[in-house]
């Protein structure tokens, strides 16, 4: 495996509420990412990082926000939780300029 | 409209068959065209990377052919095992940007045996 967690890998919440997501590495890449996959499309990126607080949007950002105050650690968070958030998340790291890994990714389910 | 496109969505073959998934895309400037694997519950794992001047590259039972002439792909499975029951992901890359990645949809194959 290629040193990437997610947490936590499954929640339920209600809609409303704000939710956090961590990525955790130990590659010591430089560029974090954080997609959706939701059935019937490919994954959209969210937000990525290229540094420590050096973030910017991807095609679908609106709702969401992300923080990097380490290398190692890529948190997204919904700070109001919607139905339509419900999503599987994927969090992703490279040094180039693509993602190279992706971790097993956290299912989200908002009520 | 950059857009990838795969079929079929899904497939059902026998175990030891072989198979071939295909992928069409629109993306310009292209950079390169990768297909991953995707295990259920797992996150995606890259299979094969192909730039634009390669058109084929192998990783074992795994077969990627590329024209990018008539922007197409495909993905070529040889004696299929259990194992390869996944979906199977189609990434293509643009020119200039860490963000621009294009992603099917993705076919969802079953091996049975």
């Known amino acids: 495996d290629a040193g990437i967690t997610q947490s936590p890998r499954h929640k339920v919440t209600e809609t409303g509420t704000p939710v956090t997501l961590r990525c955790h590495q130990t590659?010591?890449?430089?560029?974090m990412y954080w997609y959706r996959q939701d059935p019937g499309h490919g994954l959209r990126l969210i937000h990525y990082s290229y540094g420590v607080k050096d973030t910017d949007k991807g095609e679908v950002s609106d709702g969401y926000s992300v923080s990097r105050s380490k290398t190692e650690d890529f948190l997204l968070t919904l700070e109001s939780a919607t139905s339509s958030q419900t999503s599987v998340y994927f969090c992703?790291?490279?040094?180039?300029?693509?993602?190279?890994?992706f971790g097993d990714g956290t299912r989200l389910s908002i009520l | 409209k950059n857009q990838v496109e795969q079929s079929p969505q899904s497939l059902i073959i026998l175990e030891g068959k072989n198979c071939t998934l295909q992928?069409?895309?629109?993306?310009?400037?292209?950079?390169?065209l990768r297909w991953y694997k995707q295990d259920t519950g797992r996150g995606p794992v890259s299979l094969t990377i192909m730039t634009f001047s390669e058109n084929t590259k192998s990783n074992g039972r795994y077969t990627a052919t590329l024209d990018a002439d008539t922007k197409q792909s495909s993905l070529h499975i040889t004696a299929s095992q259990l194992s390869d029951s996944a979906s199977y992901i189609c990434v293509v890359s643009s020119s200039g940007g860490y963000n621009k990645l294009i992603f099917g949809a993705g076919t969802r194959l079953a091996v049975h045996p």
């Open positions: 590659e010591n890449h430089r560029y």
């Open positions: 992928c069409n895309y629109t993306v310009s400037p292209f950079s390169n």
């Open positions: 992703a790291i490279g040094d180039g300029n693509q993602p190279q890994h």
